[in-house]
């Protein structure tokens, strides 16, 4: 897919070197838009589509093309099909983790594509992010890239709109059982893990013990399961029994956070002592004293142990309420006071917990400037580091 990608960009990007960088060839054919008296053409089989939930199996659209027309001897055509939400370009120009344009390469002598309703289904709630019961207009278009040509010519591309309702097939609802979850491994017992994104994703925060658990798809019966593999992966399992080996391990009892994406089948579990870390200080900019309008830090469950912040910071000290409003709750502090944080692989970088604010140790920053701040309240340290 990234390679496909990738060849989709450089036909997009030579549309624009070509037309900008030689101007004594402008009017030279190869450098127009194709123009041919019956040029390449997508057609759908439907423009307004339903998705109705039952009848995944059956045909939701179908698109076909008419053939490109030749350009030359010894030229040939690559097809590519792409599809994306009407309006965003096909994704041109966005990050990788913005775009969610689909591109596939077609099979020599292919002209067709479809979708069952299942399939386009999953992709609206998964690829598009786009929730069931709503309308999704989308944009399909066929790209007919020249192959071997003694010089660059600019590919036949036809795009067609069409609009889509999908349905929401229903939570999958997923348990933790296990001695360091649900207090034992009776299956009929487990803990509910909560459903974030409808059958992708999944996110329990709680208190855990000293143990194991596994994640169970139906109350009573060890299987299926989805288990743990390396590099926090997970796999389906269908037959495998419970061994030491299958199992999420907690090593430290508390709270915790434990992800799971099926889709992506990757999982992350941390140690997360706290709910939130605040910023208060005059080095927070826009903040300065004001405990009531401490600024929190931002946390991912998807790296647990830690919470960021990136931006400015001006010249200053500051230290880390875990409580908002409570000059006397919890605070995470250097050591010592004036513990000067550079922004360099220089700072001292372990922090303590100070129940009642006391003594009133502080951090120092003596530049304002752009900087990223990682702490990590499961191994208490702290990283400032200057962008």
């Known amino acids: 897919m990234k390679n ?19 101007k004594g060839l402008e009017n030279a054919g190869w450098l127009q838009d194709p123009d041919f008296p019956n040029p390449l053409t997508i057609n759908l089989s439907n423009k307004e589509i339903i998705l109705v939930k039952g ?40 990050i990788p983790e913005e775009s969610t344009v689909i591109t596939e390469e077609i099979p ?50 036809s795009t067609s709109g069409f609009a ?3 349905f929401s097939p229903g939570p999958l609802p997923l348990f933790m059982v296990g001695d360091a979850i649900s207090g034992g491994w009776d299956y009929a017992a487990g803990k509910i893990l909560p459903e974030k994104t409808e059958r992708t994703i999944y996110n329990f925060t709680g208190d855990f013990s000293i143990g194991s658990f596994k994640v169970i798809e139906k109350p009573g019966s060890e299987l299926p399961s989805y288990d743990p593999i390396a590099g926090n992966k997970i796999v389906y399992n269908e037959t495998d029994p419970r061994t030491e080996d299958n199992v999420f391990k907690v090593t430290q009892a508390g709270r915790h956070s434990f992800y799971l994406d099926i889709e992506q089948k990757i999982y992350a579990f941390g140690y997360v002592p706290y709910e939130n870390v605040y910023m208060v200080g005059n080095a927070i900019n826009g903040i300065g ?37 409570n000059w006397g709750g919890r605070f995470l502090m250097p050591q010592v006071g004036g513990t000067v944080l ?4 220089n700072d001292i970088t372990t922090m303590s917990l100070m129940p009642n604010g006391q003594p009133d140790n ?25 962008l």
Do not use: H
């Open 289 to 325: 004293w004001d405990i009531g309008k401490a600024k929190p830090m931002v946390w991912d469950p998807k790296n647990p142990e830690v919470f960021t912040f990136t931006g400015q910071f001006d010249a200053g000290e500051f230290k880390l309420p875990l409580d908002l409003g």
């Open 164 to 166: 889509v309702t999908s």
């Open 108 to 157: 020599a002598g292919v002209f067709t594509k479809s979708y069952t309703v299942g399939e386009l289904n999953s992709l609206l709630l998964k690829n598009f992010k786009r929730p069931g019961g709503v309308i999704t207009n989308l944009e399909a278009q066929i790209i007919a890239r020249v192959n071997n040509s003694p010089q660059y010519q600019k590919p036949e591309v």
């Open 4 to 22: 496909i990608k990738n060849i989709i960009s450089f036909i997009i990007m030579s549309l624009v070197l070509v037309s900008c960088e030689d």
């Open 55 to 94: 009848n995944e199996d059956a045909n939701a659209i179908t698109f076909t093309w008419t053939e490109g027309n030749d350009r030359g001897e010894g030229t040939s055509l690559t097809y590519f099909f792409r599809m994306d939400i009407q309006g965003k370009n096909f994704s041109e120009g966005l």
């Open 362 to 386: 502080k951090w120092v920053i003596e530049t304002s400037g752009q900087y990223q701040l990682t702490v990590n309240p499961a191994k208490m340290t702290i990283v400032l580091k200057k």
């Open 342 to 345: 550079k922004g360099d692989a």
